[in-house]
């Protein structure tokens, strides 16, 4: 398959500037790049989602053009999206024929869609029952269905858009050892990731894309982590842990929290420190965001005292939890931190709505200007602050929910995974504004699964295993074996 200078635009984006991609049979292809790249766009021109504006698609040598997802369905070409297209009260079977149901009578042949989807999985050496109910499987068994649901159309390419977003590293093994069945079966897989070091586990070449342009097409053993990121962003991007704390021993205390329980959380405590990042570490299940949800008042604690600044305070809800200063930043930020088809402006004011009320009508004048100020405040990349926030790349829409916090003042900031599914670029700056953050006084909880976020950005580390804290590291002392090491200590 061949794509020759591909064009697209979208009211006020170029989105692809003459890109070009190309992939063979028995191929795993990375498509990397920043947000906003054109990554997807790329590939949803491929699939007929979106229509070309220029340039010329070949499939076996012959020039093709779909107007919808069906047509390239039908031509071979299959994408599993990051948010998974299943229904989950249908079972496997349903799922995979869910289109093309084969029918008895007036109803659904059971059996024989079952019988053809159990041999379906068996030739894919998937270890899944057609008769299992879709919710009732793992993300990584749910992704699985979906590549078969996409298999079960005979598809030669596949295209996986951040396939390994919500996995363990246990169910990435999985999925890489089934990418590498599909690849000796001689089917090509368009692998698109935000995960460098994933690339050169899985992939054979990489095309590199930058604000919407095709950069350089690689083989992965000859090139590096470095020059993969140097192309995606124009420049080079230190990732060095940090060395020693940037607050002193006598900085004053902020949040100190004691004995904190719940079903999932035993006994924690701790303090953060006026200035401080605080990160948290800790394996799939460990504790780690139902603490910082009790924090919050989003959960309910079964007992523990919360004390800011020195004085207890009762926290029952998030309402409790931002009067007191302290905001939540989750890791669903599309879920939980935004209204996505809501504007910039209407995101960033949302959580102190009332200060921009005068005699009972919002001044939208007085709400623009302070939309307006965080957004060149935070460096935050949009067209305007009427721009709907579900156009926006995912490291901007993490600041528009930092914006929100910051115009309703809050001190304590709790950070969930607060780079997950952004690229380095992205992270970077998210990194940079964390940073300032605390340069201004402000002080933060970061909580993530990636170790060397934890050492580049941490004063202090906690690590919690099955709800319970098992150390506390300074950063001076920490590194990624010890933090493993208390991560699984089961005491």
């Not at 470095?226 to 205390?253: F, L």
């Not at 006026?274 to 965001?289: C, D, F, N, Y």
């Amino acid at each position: 398959m061949l794509m020759e200078d591909i064009d697209k635009s979208f009211p006020g984006v170029h989105a692809l500037d003459h890109c070009c991609f190309e992939i063979n049979a028995g191929e795993v292809h990375a498509l990397v790049g920043e947000n906003g790249a054109g990554k997807s766009t790329l590939m949803k021109v491929l699939t007929g989602i979106y229509q070309k504006d220029g340039g010329k698609i070949f499939l076996n040598g012959r020039q093709v053009n779909f107007s919808n997802p069906n047509e390239a369905q039908s031509a071979g070409i299959g994408m599993i999206h990051q948010e998974l297209n299943l229904m989950p009260h249908l079972t496997v079977a349903e799922n995979i024929f869910i289109g093309k149901e084969i029918m008895k009578g007036i109803f659904i042949d059971q059996k024989t869609i079952n019988r053809r989807a159990g041999k379906l999985l068996k030739s894919l050496k998937l270890n899944i029952d057609p008769k299992a109910k879709v919710m009732d499987l793992s993300v990584a068994k749910q992704q699985m269905v979906e590549i078969a649901k996409a298999l079960s159309y005979d598809s030669k390419i596949i295209i996986m858009d951040e396939p390994t977003a919500a996995l363990t590293d246990k169910e990435i093994e999985e999925l890489f050892r089934f990418i590498r069945d599909l690849k000796a079966k001689n089917r090509a897989v368009v692998y698109i990731t935000h995960r460098i070091d994933e690339i050169f586990v899985i992939s054979d070449r990489v095309t590199v894309m930058r604000d919407g342009r095709y950069v350089d097409t690689l083989d992965t053993k000859e090139t590096d982590k470095d020059a993969i990121i140097k192309k995606m962003v124009g420049r080079v991007i230190y990732e060095q842990s940090k060395t020693k704390s940037a607050v002193g021993s006598d900085a004053p205390v902020v949040l100190e929290v004691k004995g904190l329980k719940s079903r999932a959380v035993k006994d924690v405590s701790f303090e953060l420190k006026k200035g401080e990042i605080l990160g948290i570490a800790g394996l799939v299940g460990a504790g780690r965001t139902e603490t910082a949800r009790l924090i919050f008042g989003a959960d309910s604690k079964q007992g523990g005292e919360i004390f800011v600044k020195g004085k207890k305070v009762e926290i029952s809800s998030p309402r409790d939890a931002v009067n007191n200063g302290i905001c939540y930043l989750s890791e669903d930020r599309r879920k939980y931190g935004l209204a996505v088809d809501l504007s910039v402006q209407e995101n960033a004011t949302m959580a102190c709505l009332e200060n921009f009320i005068d005699r009972g009508f919002i001044n939208f004048k007085k709400e623009k200007e302070v939309a307006h100020e965080y957004i060149k405040k935070l460096d935050i990349k949009t067209p305007s602050v009427n721009q709907l926030t579900k156009n926006l790349s995912g490291g901007n829409q993490q600041k528009v929910v930092v914006a929100k916090w910051l115009i309703k003042n809050c001190d304590i900031i709790i950070f969930d995974e607060p780079t997950r599914g952004i690229d380095v670029g992205a992270k970077s700056e998210i990194y940079k504004l964390m940073n300032d953050l605390t340069k201004e006084g402000k002080s933060i909880i970061m909580i993530s699964s990636e170790l060397p976020e934890l050492l580049r950005m941490s004063d202090r580390i906690v690590v919690m295993c099955e709800g319970a804290k098992t150390a506390v590291l300074n950063i001076e002392e920490a590194n990624q074996e010890n933090i493993m090491q208390y991560a699984t200590a089961n005491n």
